[in-house]
Each structure stands twice: as structure tokens, then as C-alpha cells.
């Protein structure tokens, strides 16, 4: 693993500058404002280094699946307008100035003093109160503070499979004596790396892009793309209409509709393919076109075809992305049923929703791993449009190490 900071005037400078070096798979794991140093500091600007990583070859493994390993309530959404469109942009702002660097910094020195003083507790134990594994076969302090960090993973429910892969990694490259703290800042980088660059919609290269969202029902996907089209009409000034071809529940066609009045955009119902490709016709002058599919059982083979059908509608005539929304609630093994019955039909990238409702961040990584789709938002909330956010490799692991 590959880890190197870049400065640069701006953000964005410092980003270029490391791909550039290091090529566009790069990670960032940290942003920050730098003072020069030197009699001259105080008259002369800031620049902002970028700490990146970028994993080597030899340290990636593909996805794997197996076939191992209940649909929730649909959630009620509560809309919360209100002076949106005046402040949703300081919202943003407000949200992307919480001090995400200051908690960096503290994160792994908060962490050690917790892990490291539950290592003393149980140091302290009298010996009939330690386990038998540790009878048998004294444990180095490294490998206890490593089996900390897999039973916190597996509190957070990772997979006992992708959490035995990465202590494995961990232990591979660490010596007997390796101190906490290197063990605690490579687990965290290298589990930065396995979920990946947030990737969310990005605009078509010419034209109209048509954005489907798929998923089974009761994950929220109607109240999630109320809130990303409110993102792109308030806060990025994009034309999008909504289209729904969710024809099996009246409600969910309805709910949308209420989104697009109180949007102000169009919104239409399709039946079939090509009232799809009608709608691209007639909304060419729109940036996106947002479609909301039918959610469905895995185990529903008509309403699978029925789903597919409409997602390949624009093939070859226009850009499209595709997204499957899922529940963090949703059991890990019913998870893995769906994602499979969703990867016959297309690719995709993954949209997580009920944030609110779980301690439990795991299945996160369990599903990009298993996939190897790229993780784009996440919702924490029912209120439209403020639960929204882009995904946060770094505050996620924080979560599955222990963090808050």
C-alpha cells in the first residue's frame, strides 16, 4: 500500500496532483489547510495537502460469492421543505464543515487510549477469569489487540469472512512486535481502501442521462430519489424529471408525484419500454430523467423480467446509471439473495438507506466486498430533502472499528 500527501493551491489541486503520480485509483484518506512556515507565514496563503493512498496490485482479492447466506416496512416519509430551497445549500456547507479533520486526527488517538485500556483490564484479570484459549497458549499482546479489533468487527456484524481476510492481511505484514498504534492506523487504511472512491451520478457526456433506481420494496427507494432530485434541482441547478414505472403500488406512484409538485418538475407514469423512450424524447431538454422501478422478491421471476425490460429500455439510445437501494437493516444473508438476483438483471452502484435505524454498519462492507459495486449514498433519516448524504469510507470504518 502505497501512502504519499500533496499540496496544492486548492483541493482540487493537490487531488490532480496525485493522480497524476499515482493514477485515478487513488484514495483520499485525509484533507487539510497548511500554513508555510517561515517569517513570511503570515502574508503568505494557505495550501491544502491531501493525504492519499492507493493499494498495490499484489494487496487487492476479487470479490467473492457464495451461495450461503426479510423485506422491512415501507417507511413513511415526512417531507420537510420548508425554507429548503434558501438553506439547503448552507446545509451542505454546514455538513461538510464539521471539523472532519480534527476528528481524524483525534479518531486513532481516542481509539488506542479505549483499545489499549481494555487491554490492561483484561491483563489485570485474575487468571481463573481469563479464558482457556489463553491458558493454553499465552497470547502476545498484539495478537490480543488484534482480536479485539475482529471481535469490535464482528460487533459491528462484518462478515466472519472479510473479518478473518483483513486481520489476516494485518498479521502477514506485522512483526511480533509491532506497536498498537501501526496495527490500528494499517487496519483502518486498508479497510479505506477495500470500500473505495464514493462514486454517486454523474452527468451524461452529451444529452439526456436516464438514472434508474432498483431495489425490493419497503427499503425507502421512492423517498431516496425524492432526496437526490432535490440535491441536483435546489443545490446543483440540474432540469430533472421523474418518471415512475412502479405500476404494482398506486401509493408509491402517488408519493413521487407529491415530490415532483412540490418540486416543480414533471412527473409522468410508464407502462412499458417504450413509454420510457418516449419520455427521453419528449424530456430531451432535461439533464436527467430519475425512474422509479417496481421492487420486487428475489424469488419473483415475472417481476425480475418485468424490472430488466424497463432498465434496458434506453440501451443504445441514451447514457444511463444504475442503482440498487437496500436496507443497512436487512438481514446479510437476505442481502446477499437479493444482490444476486439483482446482478442478472444489470450492473449497479449501491445506495444504502435506513443508517438511522442500525448501530451496526457491517453489512456495508459485507455487500461491497461481495460485490464489488462502488457505494454512492446513504440516508439516515425520512425527512426530504436534509437525510442524504454522499458515502463516508473513513467515518464508516471509524463506525466498524469501534468509533463514533
Known amino acids: ?26 484514495v483520499i484518506m485525509n484533507v487539510r489547510n497548511v500554513k508555510k512556515k517561515g517569517i513570511l507565514r503570515f502574508f503568505l496563503p494557505e495550501t491544502v495537502e491531501v493525504t492519499v493512498a492507493l493499494e498495490e496490485e499484489n494487496e487487492r482479492y476479487a470479490p467473492v460469492r457464495s451461495s450461503e447466506e426479510k423485506r422491512e416496512p415501507a417507511a413513511s416519509a415526512s417531507v420537510v421543505f420548508p425554507a429548503a430551497r434558501e438553506n439547503y445549500q448552507n446545509k451542505n456547507l454546514v455538513l461538510e464543515d464539521l471539523n472532519e479533520e480534527r476528528r481524524e486526527n483525534a479518531f486513532l488517538e481516542e481509539k488506542l487510549n479505549n483499545l489499549h485500556s481494555l487491554l490492561e483490564q483484561q491483563l489485570q484479570k485474575p487468571e481463573e477469569e481469563r479464558g482457556e484459549e489463553e491458558e493454553e497458549a499465552p497470547a502476545s499482546e498484539l495478537e490480543k489487540f488484534m482480536k479485539l479489533l475482529y471481535n469490535t468487527m464482528l460487533d459491528n456484524e462484518v462478515s466472519e ?7 489476516d492481511e494485518i498479521e502477514k505484514s506485522a512483526k511480533p512486535n509491532t506497536p ?14 477495500k470500500f473505495g472512491k464514493q462514486e454517486g451520478i454523474t452527468p451524461a457526456e ?46 408509491a406512484a402517488e408519493q413521487l408525484r407529491t415530490y415532483a409538485g412540490i418540486l416543480e418538475v ?25 425512474v422509479d422501478t417496481s421492487g420486487h422478491s428475489y424469488q419473483n421471476e415475472e417481476q425480475k423480467e418485468s424490472v430488466s425490460s424497463i432498465v434496458h429500455s434506453v440501451d443504445g439510445e441514451a447514457e444511463k446509471e444504475t442503482f440498487l ?26 445506495i444504502f438507506t435506513k443508517l438511522d ?45 469501534g468509533g463514533k
Open 357 to 401: 435505524e442500525t448501530s451496526a454498519y457491517g453489512n456495508l462492507l459485507n455487500i461491497k466486498l461481495y460485490t464489488g459495486a462502488a457505494l454512492s449514498y446513504v440516508t439516515c433519516g425520512q425527512n426530504v430533502p436534509d437525510d442524504l448524504e454522499d458515502f463516508n469510507p473513513q467515518r464508516t470504518v471509524k463506525q466498524l472499528l
Open 266 to 290: 414533471p412527473f409522468r407514469i410508464v407502462y412499458t419500454p417504450e413509454e420510457i423512450k418516449k419520455s427521453l424524447r419528449d424530456f430531451v431538454d432535461y439533464d436527467y430523467i430519475f
Open 1 to 26: 500500500m502505497i501512502i504519499k500527501k500533496f499540496q496544492g493551491k486548492t483541493e482540487n489541486d493537490a487531488v490532480e496532483a496525485a493522480k497524476r503520480e499515482l493514477g485515478n485509483n487513488v
Open 161 to 167: 469472512k472479510y473479518a478473518n481476510q483483513i486481520i
Open 206 to 251: 452529451k444529452g439526456t442521462k436516464v438514472i434508474f433506481f432498483i431495489g425490493p420494496t419497503g427499503v425507502g427507494k421512492t423517498t431516496t430519489i425524492a432526496k437526490i432530485a432535490s440535491r441536483f434541482i435546489v443545490d446543483e441547478k440540474k432540469k430533472v424529471a421523474l418518471v415512475t414505472a412502479d405500476t404494482y403500488r398506486i401509493a
Open 180 to 193: 498498537f498504534d501501526y496495527a490500528l492506523t494499517n487496519i483502518y487504511q486498508k479497510m479505506i481502501l
Open 325 to 350: 437501494v437496500l436496507s443497512a437493516t436487512t438481514k446479510y444473508r437476505d442481502l446477499l439473495k437479493i444482490v444476486d438476483t439483482y446482478t442478472e438483471v444489470t450492473d449497479y452502484k449501491l
